[in-house]
């Protein structure tokens, strides 16, 4: 009898311990926040098919605001994803080039160099690295990303959310949101815009913003040279760095010549956008949304450019089944409905974010029904 009690008190023990875990791993998700659209970029990357991308694009908010897959779809042909993160810095480009290795073999890998151009101090902010190591599956990379990139005394708030998050309940608007971009990419179980999102405004001033030095210190070449010899090391054939356009000149433009100078050391290509407005067909005075990123309006156009050089220059086109180009072809006709809704905000003079859960709550969708 006592042996059978002890055996009943051990497995409610258990059932209890279990139930405590679910909850807990729960709330933890729930009160983690981040960037929305950075969020929701990196959640639907995991959702896309296993080596169905053409092309991988990794890096910041620049590949997210001023590229679009979905349109280099219908006018090229090839699939991509913009797998960006708000101010992502340059020591975690690394880490999200294994994710895409674990799921796709692209055919060729973009990185915007943005993030080894900000300072020894960009690559050790909290948010972004949060934004990052919290919405990645737990796996040998993200323990050793963490252990890498953290001071050990600070770990603990990776390795545990909640301890990064118990104070967001003060922010529920945003844990709110967080929470709706989950639930509804997770009902829908993929991406629709493939890491995309605007503001719809134009930007007045980036004629006469103040120049800006970007820095290229000891810190930053080391992480570039490391992520430069895992490309080597891993196989990863043709890799493409690029500096994408930006509305506020640079003080110190032989900088990014420091840049190309390494990339091609070991064999890889650099393309340098920043200030060829005039060869892309960019307006700085309606085409920015701020000094630093382009509105629906340029990024149509540098989508245009950018898919006819990649087209030109790499062999990125693959035979694709009539599964995935129904597929994508969904997905591109619901993303040019946001892009419609996009362009009739900025003309009206509306600003509003538009991004993937923009999608789901469509105008245009909604007149349809």
């Not at 659209?37 to 890096?59: C, H, Q, W």
């Not at 919290?134 to 990776?158: A, F, G, H, R, V």
């Not at 180009?325 to 905000?345: F, G, P």
Request: with cysteine; glycine share 6%; proline share 2%.
């Amino acid at each position: 009898m006592r042996e059978k009690k002890t055996k009943a008190r051990w497995k409610g023990i258990l059932a209890f311990t279990g139930i405590f875990l679910v909850l807990f791993l729960v709330v933890s998700d729930i009160m983690s926040v981040s960037d929305c659209t950075s969020l929701a970029n990196i959640r639907g990357f995991y959702m896309e098919p296993k080596n169905s991308l053409d092309v991988a694009m990794i890096g910041p908010s620049e590949f997210y605001a001023d590229y679009s897959a979905t349109q280099a779809w219908q006018e090229y042909g090839y699939t991509s994803y913009s797998l960006a993160v708000a101010g992502v810095p340059g020591n975690l480009y690394k880490s999200m080039l294994k994710e895409v290795q674990k799921r796709q073999s692209p055919k060729l890998v973009v990185f915007e160099v943005n993030g080894f151009l900000q300072g020894d101090d960009y690559f050790a902010r909290e948010g972004q690295l949060h934004t990052w190591l919290d919405n990645i599956p737990w796996s040998e990379n993200k323990i050793e990303t963490i252990k890498e990139m953290i001071p050990e005394n600070e770990q603990y708030s990776y390795f545990c959310k909640i301890a990064a998050a118990h104070n967001n309940w003060k922010d529920i608007g945003q844990v709110a949101n967080c929470t709706a971009i989950k639930a509804r990419m997770d009902l829908n179980g993929y991406s629709y815009t493939k890491g995309f999102g605007t503001y719809t405004k134009s930007c007045d001033n980036v004629r006469n913003s103040k120049e800006k030095k970007i820095q290229f210190t000891e810190k930053s070449q080391a992480y570039l040279s490391d992520l430069l010899q895992y490309c080597k090391d891993s196989g990863v054939e043709h890799v493409l760095f690029v500096r994408f356009p930006h509305g506020r000149k640079i003080k110190n433009p032989e900088v990014l010549n420091q840049v190309a100078d390494m990339v091609t050391s070991y064999g890889y290509d650099f393309l340098n956008l920043n200030d060829d407005l005039d060869e892309l067909g960019i307006d700085p005075d309606t085409d920015f949304y701020n000094v630093e990123h382009l509105n629906v309006k340029g990024m149509e156009k540098l989508t245009t450019y950018f898919g006819d050089y990649l087209c030109q220059n790499y062999d990125i086109k693959s035979d694709h089944s009539a599964k995935e180009v129904a597929y994508w072809n969904k997905c591109a006709e619901r993303t040019a409905s946001m892009m419609t809704e996009c362009q009739d905000d900025l003309a009206q003079g509306k600003v509003r974010r538009y991004f993937e859960l923009s999608v789901y709550l469509s105008r245009t969708k909604s007149a349809k029904k």
